[in-house]
């Protein structure tokens, strides 16, 4: 019998403290191992993965004992939270100082897009950690990930209102923007292209004015602001979510083993989270065996992709029949939107585990949803030959728009109110027609009747 080959040896980021007496403090100490222990998680998860990275690939990594590392944190995931409030924190910090170096709002906003970018291109590792994985330690992540998101979204809020003669940007377009503009840095960084970041940032900064429009002179006089939203802490707690069916007509209905167990993983992640989400809990909510579960999966995670999949075919299909059914592109876009909102309210649990629940699944499924949402920016992009289009508008622009939708639907979904999503129809398709058409024509075709 031929011998194994002995494992391979990680090599440590960083040289180990001469051991022995050392002037420097304790707390000084401390702060070093702190840091290089945050380094190794990054690198770690960066190339492996959370679920992957093991805490004595961390140790080894950061060239410390296994007890320094206890003595910093209980286990992988505070070390992942840790290294994660210190990236948002530089990053943050970053952000700001740049966004209140000047007084032009649009110089503001251009100096933050551009602090952000460049924290992405100096920093990728970090910056995956943050966008990529940042779901995968469940709950707690998901929070820091939103809190992200809040703070990108006051920035915007704050450069908007900067002068009172234009008129107050609404929630869900800020909402649109931040989305958007982390989803254009999350794609190329998932890509590996975070080096076109910067070159791309006065289109997105060119998309977000868009939504900029000057106050009418009759109302300007006498103008206030409507107050802040309000911040997580302050929000209505979110209502428990129906696990019920619904009045909306059903595009599908459940026949056989594998749609009952699809079913069952949809309402079991929608009610419990993707972390809670076992075989023996699938197979009895399904009213199936576990030989029948395996007879149709290997695993858990491969059920669950199976739903996003079913989720994300259905939705683009509703969208795709709406929206070819309209002779008009504004049209079109109203219809497919309607649809795509429609079908979401009609199927709560897929709708929860497409948007919220595949966060925590791993960056493969996330490179799936961002292809299907791929199939969502193509009904956009046909807009840039619409002959009634009122501006140009940059190529990458149908990309952040689908991106920003995205971002309301997970913030719906997220807050419990799937089953209200119908009342944005209006909103979203005023958002994802406005860069091309302008305010008014895509108010009116978002009024218009279906």
Not at 110 to 119: G, P, R, S, W
Not at 209 to 236: D, F, I, M, N
Not at 367 to 380: E, H, K, N, P, V
Not at 384 to 392: C, E, V
Request: charged content about 20%.
């Amino acid at each position: 019998m031929s011998k194994q080959p002995p494992a391979k040896r990680i090599q440590p980021l960083y040289q180990k403290l001469p051991s022995g007496r050392s002037s420097r403090s304790s707390e000084d100490i401390a702060a070093n191992q702190l840091e290089r222990l945050q380094g190794a998680v990054i690198h770690a998860i960066s190339n492996r993965g959370y679920h992957n990275t093991t805490v004595a690939e961390i140790i080894a990594l950061a060239g410390v004992a296994r007890r320094t590392f206890y003595e910093h944190f209980e286990n992988k995931e505070e070390c992942f939270l840790a290294a994660y409030d210190a990236i948002l924190e530089r990053t943050m910090t970053h952000v700001v100082s740049a966004y209140a170096a000047t007084e032009d709002w649009e110089q503001k906003i251009q100096d933050a897009f551009l602090a952000f970018v460049e924290e992405v291109v100096s920093e990728p590792e970090a910056a995956e950690l943050v966008l990529i994985h940042s779901a995968s330690a469940g709950e707690p992540s998901i929070e820091r990930r939103n809190h992200g998101v809040q703070a990108f979204e006051q920035l915007i809020r704050d450069g908007f209102s900067h002068d009172a003669a234009y008129e107050e940007i609404s929630e869900l377009t800020v909402k649109a923007i931040v989305g958007g503009v982390r989803q254009i840095i999350y794609g190329r960084l998932r890509q590996g292209r975070a080096i076109e970041l910067p070159a791309l940032v006065p289109d997105l900064l060119t998309w977000a004015a868009s939504y900029r429009h000057p106050v009418p002179l009759q109302s300007a006089r006498g103008k206030t602001r409507k107050p802040a939203s309000p911040t997580s802490e302050s929000e209505e707690p979110p209502q428990k979510l129906s696990r019920g069916r619904h009045n909306f007509p059903r595009s599908f209905i459940i026949h056989n083993q594998r749609e009952r167990i699809l079913d069952a993983v949809a309402d079991i992640s929608a009610s419990k989270g993707y972390a809670e989400l076992t075989v023996p809990e699938i197979a009895r909510t399904a009213g199936v065996s576990h030989k029948t579960f395996y007879e149709h999966f290997t695993t858990k995670d491969q059920a669950f992709a199976a739903a996003f999949e079913l989720a994300a075919e259905q939705a683009l299909n509703a969208t795709a029949v709406a929206f070819a059914a309209e002779p008009q592109w504004p049209s079109a876009v109203h219809a497919g939107i309607a649809a795509l909102v429609g079908y979401m309210a009609s199927e709560p649990s897929l709708a929860r585990l497409a948007l919220v629940e595949v966060l925590a699944a791993g960056p493969s499924l996330l490179a799936r949803r961002d292809q299907t949402l791929q199939g969502f920016s193509i009904m956009l992009t046909s807009g840039q030959g619409y002959p009634g289009r009122s501006r140009q508008t940059p190529a990458i622009v149908p990309e952040a728009i689908s991106g920003g939708i995205l971002e309301i639907l997970y913030y719906e979904a997220s807050h419990s109110r799937i089953t209200e999503m119908t009342r944005l129809s209006d909103e979203l398709t005023r958002i994802a027609l406005t860069p091309f058409i302008g305010s008014k024509e895509a108010a009116k075709t978002a009024s218009e009747a279906l």
